[in-house]
C-alpha cells in the first residue's frame, strides 16, 4: 500500500509510478510463475518502456517479451503513454520478427492492457471502449475493477503473443 500512496503522492514523478507496477507485477500478478518474469528499464532496438514482462516460452525454452509497460506520471497524457508503447511494440516486433506482442500503458496506479500487431497503427484494447482513450477506460489498481486487470494478465499468459486471436 505504501507505493501505490507513494505514486498517488508524486504528481511530477514518473519514477514512483514505476516502482509501483514493478511492485505489482512481480511480487502480485505474476508471482509464483516460475516461467515469467519482470525487469525493469528496457531500452534498446530504438525503444525505451519502463517495465518489460518475460515469458519462457515452451519447447525451445526461448525467453520472450510477453507485455511492454509504458508508464507516465499521474497528470500525464494518456496519447503521450499510449504513443510511447505504440512505438516499443513496433521496435519490438520488427527486431525480434514477431508478429504480436502485449503491451501495459499506465496514468500514475491506473492501467489499461493491449494488444498489438505488427504493421498496425493503433493498440488494440483487451477491455474498454475502442477508439481514442481517456482515463474511463484505464482501471485504477487500487479498485474492485481491478480484477479485470488480473484476468487480462492471465489470457496473456494463456495465450502468448504470436499465437493470440486477440
Not at 50 to 77: F, G, M, S, Y
Amino acid at each position: 500500500m505504501a507505493f501505490w500512496v507513494a505514486a498517488q503522492n508524486a504528481q511530477d514523478s514518473e519514477q514512483e509510478s514505476v516502482n509501483f507496477w514493478q511492485l505489482v507485477l512481480s511480487k502480485s500478478v505474476f508471482a509464483g510463475d516460475d516461467d515469467i518474469g519482470v525487469t525493469p528499464l528496457a531500452t534498446g532496438d530504438g525503444m525505451k518502456v519502463d517495465i518489460v514482462v518475460k515469458h519462457i516460452e515452451p519447447p525451445a525454452l526461448r525467453i520472450r517479451r510477453l507485455c511492454v509497460v509504458a508508464v507516465k506520471k499521474p497528470n500525464a497524457l494518456i496519447h503521450d503513454v499510449e504513443r510511447q508503447a505504440i512505438t516499443a511494440c513496433t521496435s519490438y516486433l520488427i527486431s525480434n520478427n514477431m508478429s504480436s506482442v502485449y503491451a501495459m500503458t499506465a496514468i500514475g496506479t491506473a492501467a489499461r492492457l493491449w494488444k498489438y500487431k505488427k504493421n498496425d497503427d493503433y493498440l488494440t484494447p483487451m477491455f474498454g471502449g475502442d477508439g481514442l482513450s481517456d482515463m474511463t477506460d484505464y482501471i485504477e489498481a487500487n479498485s474492485n475493477a481491478a480484477q479485470i486487470l488480473l484476468t487480462n494478465f492471465k489470457h496473456m499468459v494463456a495465450v502468448p503473443p504470436e499465437s493470440s486471436t486477440r
